[in-house]
């Protein structure tokens, strides 16, 4: 198993910034892809932005990309989305997600997911 937990979520106006993280713990984290995804109310789970294993590749949601960053730390088992420009649209709860998979950007290809930190961003 590996446990995943978001942080960095918050209230922000619209063109502000914000900095997710996602801390890894349990079985190794050794050769995951990681995946952020977002939910809004009412709406099913959208993907984001992911990363390699060794972070040399990246995918970024057409809706996100330029604005939106993904990084990795392996030393320390984290994951950043760095998030700037942000819009009234990036309203909801954000999760980070592990595979085995690559960096694919569906979600059943994911094994291990958070909980989920909330982003409201006001217009």
């Known amino acids: 198993q590996v446990q995943l937990v978001e942080s960095g979520g918050g209230l922000v106006q619209a063109g502000g910034s914000l900095r997710l993280s996602c801390a890894a713990s349990?079985?190794?984290?050794?050769?995951?892809?990681m995946g952020w995804f977002r939910q809004a109310p009412g709406k099913g789970r959208e993907f984001v932005a992911a990363?390699?294993?060794?972070?040399?590749?990246?995918r970024y949601a057409d809706s996100v990309k330029g604005r939106f960053t993904i990084s990795r730390d392996n030393a320390n088992n984290l994951v950043y989305l760095q998030m700037n420009t942000l819009k009234a649209e990036d309203t909801a709860v954000y999760l980070c997600?592990?595979?085995?998979?690559?960096?694919?950007?569906?979600?059943?290809?994911?094994?291990?997911w958070g909980q989920g930190t909330q982003v409201t961003v006001s217009s």
């Open positions: 997600a592990a595979t085995r998979r690559g960096y694919t950007g569906s979600v059943s290809d994911y094994d291990y």
């Open positions: 349990g079985r190794t984290f050794n050769g995951y892809g």
């Open positions: 990363i390699t294993w060794t972070g040399s590749t990246t």
